[in-house]
């Protein structure tokens, strides 16, 4: 075995507890290195050769799938405020600057996604040579080596957004190990966006070989051009880290478990920044002045037609009318009847309940099923067990037990101090990972609630017949999200259509997607195929739709159904009423309103 070489460090006690070199300060302390900040750079390298103009699945060329998937990635990084950095090219290509090997740059360096690259990208023509990749890659590697920062470590990785069918020229399996090293050792990942070349009879055999040796010694990816148009084509906001709020489920005085409070379902309102500028493009500065000014008073001007004929100059006007009040010496009435009532904000403090603060305390238990769906009324929010091991054994226990019984837990609610308390009901439920977890929702009041008498069957019509009721389950069958597919070993899988994650809010991305137009000098309105890919998230899937036609005819010749033209309403004008400072049933003898129509205001 081998043995440490001893080591001696010599140590001086001093009075003062100064740092450093001074008096108390250990002889062999040294300083800790500081570690070298990381910065993500991703090179997006498009192929413009003529090997682009072959068409894709979506019925697209391979250049327009490039240009459109750049394009969405610059734009998503450009409105989320990307901490990361970017870089800009395409090949084949000689003329121009930042040109290296035969790859063109937008620049010489890796800078933050602007809206001048989303420019240059749209200038780009195709040409008409062959797309050598390997030859793109030794370009785009002399790009990085005088692009890297010395300030940072940076993490690249190169997206080569092409088919991967063009010919690779005159390469040795020797400069293929110098390549696939030089990546390896500059920590460099490659993404193959449209990778379609193993699929393709026509590729050529050179391709073949370097794309798989370069795929088995360097960590790469590949994804279709279709799969990741889907994933990049939208917008979203930078990332949040979640923020857990502390709470406490108070079951009694003496017994309390802590919780942490996360939001897990909520309505994301995408905020744009914005400053006031001119139709010119140029920046407002806003000026503020301050105007010194005496007390706020309210005065009460006198009507001139009341002064009129009146003899000797007298004034019909009430002497009270003429009183000039400060907004101190005004308080709120309110209408009780045709009585008005004065309330100060002192009767408001002494009416307001005294709220009880922050809190989670247990009012009962009740089943599961007395909690209807429409009861619930805000967005689902977790508690979780706090950090300590007693709370989650507590938490984990009361879950348990609660999903045993078929219980849901009633509770009153605070988010903090100035809350007015509320209703809530804590619903158990156990995480894939094993979590104990408590679902939050807020219950009504006996306010909120609108009952509803619905009418008998026997008044709305016949029952349906058997025929009509298997064309509505063969109809709900056809529709279902979830199609059972079997994989190649004769195993059934689920393929879940229609998911919630995949659909976005068209409106948000509307009003981003015509801030971007506006950015490049088109006009705002977006055009039919924007329109269109917007609602094909919220519509059926188009393959359903195909193969639900026979079902579509059955239910038609099921039901006798006709389209309903919408009837035109026409609104009445009704003109302002002369009350004459009485209520309506003082004018009107007070007799019952039986319909609105009854109410006649002169």
């Known amino acids: 075995m081998s043995k440490r070489p001893a080591t001696s460090t010599t140590t001086t006690r001093g009075r003062g507890r100064g740092r450093g070199g001074g008096r108390g300060a250990s002889m062999s302390a040294t300083k800790k290195p500081k570690k070298t900040p990381e910065r993500e750079c991703l090179l997006l390298l498009i192929d413009s050769s003529s090997n682009s103009l072959l068409t894709e699945s979506n019925e697209k060329s391979s250049f327009e799938n490039s240009i459109n998937i750049t394009d969405w990635i610059l734009s998503r990084k450009i409105f989320a405020e990307s901490d990361s950095f970017v870089g800009v090219a395409h090949f084949p290509t000689s003329d121009g600057d930042y040109v290296y090997e035969n790859v063109k740059f937008y ?15 749209y200038d780009i023509q195709q ?43 005159n390469i040795s399996k020797h400069e293929l190990k110098e390549l696939c090293d030089e990546l390896n050792e500059n920590n460099i990942n490659l993404l193959f966006i449209g990778d379609t ?43 949040k880290a979640p ?67 009146t003899a000797d100059g007298e004034s019909k006007v009430d002497e009270h009318k003429n009183q000039t009040f400060t907004r101190g010496e005004l308080i709120k009435g309110y209408h009780y009847g045709s009585s008005i009532i004065p309330f ?107 009952g509803f008498e619905f009418p008998e069957m026997e008044s709305l019509g016949e029952e349906p017949n ?27 899988q689920k393929i879940e259509q229609c998911r919630i994650k995949d659909i976005r809010n068209p409106g948000n991305q509307s009003i981003l997607m015509s801030v971007k137009r506006k950015a490049l000098g088109m006009p705002a309105e977006l055009s039919e195929d924007e329109t269109k890919a917007l609602f094909e998230m919220m519509s059926a ?35 302002s009423a002369e009350i004459n400072g009485k209520s309506w049933n003082e004018n009107n003898g007070s007799r019952k309103v039986e319909k609105e129509e009854d109410m006649d205001i002169e």
């Open 107 to 121: 620049s010489d360096m890796f800078i933050k996604p602007v809206i001048d690259q989303l420019k240059w990208l």
């Open 127 to 169: 040409s008409r040579q062959n797309g050598d990749i390997f030859a793109a890659l030794k370009g785009s590697l002399e790009f990085i080596k005088q692009a890297r920062s010395e300030s940072y470590v940076d993490k690249i990785t190169i997206a080569l957004l092409s088919n991967l069918s063009g010919e690779v020229e």
């Open 197 to 239: 070349a193993t699929g393709k009879s026509d590729t050529p055999t050179s391709t073949l070989e370097a794309l798989g040796y370069i795929k088995e010694h360097c960590e790469t990816q590949s994804q279709l051009f279709e799969n990741a148009l889907n994933k990049v084509s939208f917008f979203a906001q930078k990332p």
């Open 243 to 309: 923020r857990a709020q502390p709470f406490s489920l108070e079951l009694s005085k003496e017994l309390k478990i802590d919780l942490q409070l996360l939001v897990k379902i909520s309505d994301e309102k995408i905020k744009i920044k914005f400053q006031q500028v001119t139709d010119d493009h140029e920046m407002v500065s806003r000026i503020r002045e301050y105007e010194e000014v005496k007390d706020d008073e309210v005065k009460t001007e006198v009507d001139e037609d009341a002064l009129e004929g």
């Open 344 to 450: 100060s904000e002192g009767d408001k403090q002494m009416a307001a309940i005294e709220k009880p603060g922050k809190c989670l305390q247990l009012i009962q238990f009740t089943k599961k099923f007395n909690i209807l769906p429409h009861f619930l009324l805000s967005e689902c929010r977790y508690f979780l067990p706090g950090k300590s091991d007693t709370a989650a054994t507590a938490l984990s226990a009361l879950v348990q037990a609660m999903m045993n019984l078929e219980v849901v837990a009633i509770a009153r609610y605070a988010y903090n101090i100035i809350s007015n308390p509320k209703t809530c009901v804590l619903i158990p439920k156990i995480s894939k990972t094993g979590c104990p977890i408590l679902q939050h929702f807020i219950l009504p009041f006996n306010e909120d609630i609108r």
């Open 466 to 492: 058997d025929f009509q009721l298997d064309a509505i389950e063969a109809y709900i069958d056809e529709f279902m999200l979830v199609d059972k597919v079997k994989d190649e070993s004769g195993k059934i």
């Open 541 to 575: 899937p188009a393959e359903k739709l195909k193969k639900s036609k026979k079902v579509m005819e059955i239910l038609a010749k099921s039901f006798e159904l006709k389209d309903a033209e919408p009837k035109k309403v026409e609104l009445k004008k009704v003109e």
